[in-house]
């Protein structure tokens, strides 16, 4: 069975224009290297800045990067052409901190959770809505829902409208960045409760990225530590959280006490 996620040797860098056509290279990833097996759940903790997001948007494709990633055994590139990205499309989605910037306000769920759909070409409008339907019930909304803008939902409910849309091509690894950082204590909760049932229940495969290891220990079975674009130490949850061997490691430790 292939691996969900396979990270290897995985370095990019950013170019920054510095105006009159002067260009510098501003390396980021340094030497990646990361597996996530099916159906697991892999946290990605660092500090701000470290570079996180920038290995979830290399492993999303919109990135250019040096090495390898392949997602359910097929390799991962920016720039692939409209065949290549729907076929990724189907093998990993994304969930993002803010949900309000990733929804547009005026469209109504139903039509946002059919939009994947569409776009891959599943036809039938009552087949679509079926399982628009289907997906609301998996996410916790009532079928109330499905005719209300996204303006009028909460915070919390459009983070479960965005974790949705992601589920609507049945993708089996969810790259979910800072996924619960703009939210209040106990709909953070929620939301976290809401991955977990979905990870159980569809056998869904979760790198989990944030900044805040006593989080991610709570999570996640494997944490992965990231500084300066490395990732200095790696381990099941359990062995990390009790014996972090990396001084990084250490003092993420501590600035959560
Ligand atoms: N589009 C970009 N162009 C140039 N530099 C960027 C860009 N996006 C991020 N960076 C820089 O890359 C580094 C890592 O950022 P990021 O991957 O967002 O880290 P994290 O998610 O861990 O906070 C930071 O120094 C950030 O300023
Ligand atoms: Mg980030």
């Known amino acids: 069975m292939n691996n969900s996620l396979v990270v290897q040797n995985v370095s990019s860098a950013y170019t920054v224009r510095k105006g009159f056509g002067r260009k510098t290279v501003k390396p ?20 701000s800045g470290s570079g996180k ?14 090495g390898e990633i392949t997602v359910d055994g097929m390799r991962q590139r920016s720039g692939g052409g409209t065949a290549h990205r729907r076929e990724m499309a189907r093998r990993v989605q994304a969930v993002f901190q803010d949900p309000a910037a990733s929804l547009n306000p005026a469209k109504r769920v139903g039509w946002l959770l059919e939009e994947p759909l569409r776009i891959h070409g599943v036809s039938g409008a009552a087949e679509r809505r079926r399982r628009a339907g289907e997906m609301l019930d998996l996410v916790g909304l009532d079928g109330a829902y499905r005719d209300r803008r996204v303006n009028e939902l909460s915070l919390g409910q459009k983070q479960r409208v965005s974790i949705g849309c992601a589920l609507m091509l049945n993708p089996g690894l969810i790259i979910a960045d800072e996924p619960v950082s703009s939210l209040d204590v106990s709909i953070a909760a929620q939301i976290l409760n809401l991955f977990r049932d979905l990870h159980e229940r569809l056998g869904l495969a979760l790198l989990f990225i944030s900044h805040n290891l006593d989080l991610v220990y709570w999570f996640c079975s494997r944490i992965a530590v ?26 993420l430790l501590e600035a959560g006490r």
């Open 226 to 251: 990231m500084e300066k674009g490395r990732i200095v130490e790696q381990g099941a949850a359990e062995d990390l959280y009790r014996s972090p061997q990396h001084p990084y490691t250490q003092k």
């Open 53 to 66: 997001t920038t290995l979830g948007r290399c492993i999303l494709g919109l990135v250019d990067y040096e």
């Open 28 to 47: 980021i990833l340094n030497d990646v290297s990361l597996e996530i097996a099916p159906g697991e759940i892999c946290g990605l903790v660092g500090e």
